[in-house]
């Protein structure tokens, strides 16, 4: 009996390649306890994560492990995502971690995400909407907590950094499940002010305490507000919904301050340098008249003021000379025009009077040629009966009366004889 025996490298490459091409083992979320945990020298990690039943190797590689803000230790509850796939050289499944977070806050770290990503596709966070803060600003708003170091950071760094700004605070919950509605009510109640630039924050804190700056309302509060908002959460590592929406993030409440307002020696530096700008500006552009008047003064026009009468007198004459020279001819030509054409309009008439003369002349010739009376002189007549003329015997009888018409008269006769 034949069988097809293969190798164990091929077995393991043969479930690799069915564990790799599985889609529901391709983006995994696992929790459990780390154990066995050792961090490589390259910035790797191999640990193990268990549960009460079981175990499942896994490695993070340095460009995962570096993303994370803790440092992992044996028994450790997590959170982790990655893919499940075989090392061939134990022919072990493991998974390979992307991502990793503690569990306790995985809940919300999770919600974070999903809201981060649905506004980012909604473009809150678009650069290009971003609104530019003023660089001096009259009118301030702050909304935070009445009291804490977040206030004091903020009021104390702008009288030290701008004094001639004014400040509005707008007295907000900045913790607690009453805090995100409370800060849109003031996000609200500030579009009652003229104000250059809006702050929002507060003084640091746990996930757990930031969390109303990373609530959907308090996002979209922010994205619709005309104000240039400052978001000074005050966690200088990591990044709430508020920061992303802001149209600047300052790391602290401190931050916020110096970003909201110039230094007050910075603009005193800079004044002096447009005045000594100014200045030299002034000076250049003097020097440079003085300069264009001396050329006028010891100009040759200014001295011989006539000189530009003489030459445009001058001008005068030539162009007036051209003209009569130019009518002149333009007369002259005129005039040898309507000779011509006077002359060639009588030769014209003479031709045709002479033509229709010479044409008259010829009828009447004609008509002369054709006259009855001329054909009398010669002794005819013209007989008729009836006043119709008779050119045959046959047209008369016996006894008709006819008339016969002569050069010098007319002569009635009576027909004898047929």
């Not at 978001?231 to 301050?257: M, W």
């Amino acid at each position: 009996m034949d069988h097809n025996y293969i190798t164990v490298t091929q077995l393991t490459k043969y479930i690799k390649y069915k564990i790799d091409n599985d889609v529901n083992l391709d983006n995994v979320y696992l929790k459990g306890e780390i154990s066995n945990f050792k961090a490589h020298t390259r910035g790797h990690f191999y640990f193990t994560i268990k549960d009460e039943n079981t175990r499942i190797n896994a490695v993070m590689f340095s460009s995962s492990a570096s993303k994370i803000k803790f440092i992992p230790t044996d028994g450790m509850k997590v959170l982790v995502r990655g893919k499940i796939s075989v090392y061939e050289a134990t022919g072990g499944y493991q998974i390979y971690v992307n991502e990793m977070i503690e569990d306790g806050v995985g809940n919300l770290y999770i919600a974070f995400e999903q809201l981060k990503k649905k506004l980012e596709q909604e473009g809150l966070f678009d650069v290009s909407k971003k609104k530019k803060i003023p660089k001096i600003p009259n009118l301030i708003g702050i909304i935070t907590a009445p009291t804490g170091a977040a206030i004091k950071d903020i009021l104390s760094t702008i009288k030290r950094r701008w004094p001639l700004a004014n400040t509005i605070l707008f007295p907000s919950l900045v913790q607690g499940e009453e805090a995100s509605s409370d800060i849109v009510r003031n996000i609200n109640l500030s579009k009652n002010y003229p104000l250059d630039v809006l702050i929002i924050g507060r003084g640091g804190g746990s996930i757990e305490d930031l969390w109303p700056f990373n609530e959907e309302i308090v996002a979209r509060a922010i994205y619709e507000l005309d104000t240039p908002v400052i978001s000074a959460v005050g966690h200088e590592i990591d990044f709430t919904i508020a920061d992303f929406v802001a149209d600047l993030r300052a790391p602290t409440p401190t931050g916020a301050g110096e970003m909201a307002v110039p230094n007050m020696s910075d603009v005193v530096n800079y004044l002096n340098q447009l005045k000594l700008r100014l200045t030299n500006n002034m000076v250049n552009n003097i020097n440079i008249k003085k300069e264009i008047l001396n050329k006028l003064q010891n100009s040759f026009v200014l001295k011989n003021p006539l000189a530009i009468y003489e030459v445009k007198e001058q001008k005068f004459d030539n162009l007036y000379n051209r003209l009569l020279i130019n009518y002149k001819n333009l007369v002259n030509n005129n005039i040898n025009k309507v000779v011509l054409i006077n002359n060639n309009l009588i030769n014209s008439m003479n031709n045709l009077l002479n033509k229709n003369t010479n044409k008259y002349n010829n009828l009447i010739q004609k008509l002369e040629t054709l006259n009855p009376i001329l054909t009398l002189k010669r002794g005819y007549a013209i007989v008729k009966c009836n006043n119709k003329a008779i050119d045959s015997i046959k047209k008369i009888k016996n006894d008709d009366i006819i008339n016969i018409e002569l050069q010098d008269g007319k002569i009635n006769a009576k027909v004898i004889g047929g």
